[in-house]
Every structure is written in C-alpha cells, then in structure tokens.
C-alpha cells in the first residue's frame, strides 16, 4: 500500500503558475503508475494527467501544452506544473497511484489518493 499527500496548491491569478507535489510512501514507488485528477464544484473528478513508472506521460487534451507532470523515483515524488492557468482550471486537484506498469485515464482504476490540494485561479 501507498500513502500520498499533495502539496502546493493555493491562489493565483489567471495566466499563472502553481506547481504541485505529490508525495508517497510506503511500497516501491517505482511499482505504481500515478495520475493526477481534479474535481470542481459540481462536476466529476476528471483526469489531468498520468505517467508510468518509465515516466511516459499521458495529458487530457486540454492540459496539453499547459501542464507538465513528471516523477522522480528515488524521491517517492510527483509533480504537476501547471503553467497559463485559467479560471476553469480552479478545482481540488488530486494524486493517485495504481500498482500497474499502465496507465489509467478514469479515477476508478486508482485505489489509492491523497487528500487532495486546492487551486483557485482569479480572473
């Protein structure tokens, strides 16, 4: 089992910058593909990005170009830079972890998330 606690989030204008982190512990960090997902107010938690344990990386299409999500496997880290964000980005935004060399895109395949961290972009 993995345990994972999120960092980073907080207010910022539109056209800002946050980075958020996504640390773990517990078993090999290595074993487990991560995502990121958020959820706003009303709507469904959706999925942001994800990157396997070789650190190919997978974005929603509207995060392309915006967010740069990457790991680093002797620091049990994840990170999200998020970067021209824009009011629709605001939401809770959560790590997760699957113990699986693949990827997954929807947030039921994820047994195991953090707390989540809240971002707030001002227009």
């Known amino acids: 089992q993995v345990q994972l606690v999120e960092s980073g989030g907080g207010l910022v204008q539109a056209g800002g910058s946050l980075r958020l ?29 994800a990157i396997n344990w070789r650190s190919k990386t997978y974005y929603a299409d509207s995060m392309k170009g915006r967010f740069t999500i990457s790991r680093d496997n002797a620091k049990n880290t994840m990170s999200l830079q998020m970067n021209s964000l824009e009011p629709e980005d605001t939401a809770v935004y959560y790590c997760a972890a699957r113990s699986s060399v693949v990827v997954a895109t929807t947030w039921n395949e994820y047994p195991y998330w953090g ?9």
């Not at 982190?21 to 990005?49: H, I, L």
């Not at 707390?115 to 227009?123: A, H, I, K, L, N």
């Open 21 to 49: 982190s996504c640390a773990t512990s517990g078993r090999t960090f290595g074993d487990y593909a991560m995502g990121w997902f958020r959820q706003a107010p009303g709507k469904e938690r959706e999925f942001v990005a």
């Open 115 to 123: 707390q989540g961290t809240r971002v707030t972009v001002s227009s």
